[in-house]
DNA sequence: ATAATCTTTCAGAAAATTTTGAAAGTTCAG
DNA sequence: CTGAACTTTCAAAATTTTCTGAAAGATTAT
């Protein structure tokens, strides 16, 4: 298979990935691409890759930056603006997950908080069993956020070393 | 706040962030009215409680089925089917991720792993970055593939009471 | 200042996804 | 067997999301 080819399928599949998981399309497969890339890639050449308007891509581009896994570089003596990712997969997943968790996770978990307080009117049976799944939700997500935490702290070693171990 | 009005907004909640993780916005809300519902619901009782029609709801309850997070009840005497959702959100929320992993993750790494016997005509070093790229997504899959069969195994007391304390 | 080059915006168009509802299918009591 | 009660399917319609491209906005060289 050749390098092109094989670039090609991954945008692709990227594609693909990032759709079932609420990403825009386009903004994944611009990540893909910029992940293969070596060197840093105008808008233009992102277009011109990608097949698609100049809007989208600065849209999405924009988006990437946001999120922090993309950044912007200014070559000396050109005009244009040219874009990198990180390529350090364990640093953008992080940051994936805490942007995601902050965005997205966490006004929700809001929203579920205020929906406690109600009125014991109705049979209590009915309340505290609502009561009681909210709060097994925001047990679940306060777990879950904390080993997020943790893991961001952890390295690679020590995540496959250890953890794993511990829990044979 | 009334019970009724909190369930209402437990449920509009959960089809935003089923929405923003690329799950099907009625699939999401059947799922949280079966969530806060003591008892099993026909198939009419949640047509009328969310507005949907017959199809829609017929189809998202066998989709969550399928995921292995509803159930059917019959009720002897009655000829119609009743759901009912596992309560236990801890449970639920490893189902839902082992399932994802499984129809969603899995397929493209299989697809990467494909990608990485490239001819290496091309100046290597770029073969090299890519293949590297590739294999450190891989990795990092792995990775978390692991941490979640960990997870699962955990209950959870292990993971609040030990792991978090590990971690500092 | 102004022209050239590049970036941003956003209304409308296109594409993708979701939903409906009626017809076909199934099951079961009588 | 027949028909009532219920479930399933799926083509077409509705909705939502994404994308385009041209105009407006920046920025810099001359």
Known sequence: ????????????N???LGTQWGINRTMAQIHALLLVSPAPLSTDEIMAQLQISRGNTNMNVRELMDWGIVEK????????EFFVADKDIWKVAMRIIKERKRREVEPILNALSQLKDIDAEKGDKDVKQFIDTISQIQKFADQASKGVDGLVKMDEHW??????????
Chains 1, 2 share one sequence.
Do not use: H, S
Request: hydrophobic letters at 45%; a positive charge.
């Open 1 to 12: 298979m050749k390098l092109d080819e094989a670039k090609q399928q991954f945008i692709l």
């Open 14 to 16: 990227w594609g693909v």
């Open 73 to 80: 570089v200014l070559k000396p003596g050109d005009r244009k």
């Open 159 to 168: 995540f496959t070393g250890t953890l794993l171990k511990i829990f044979k």
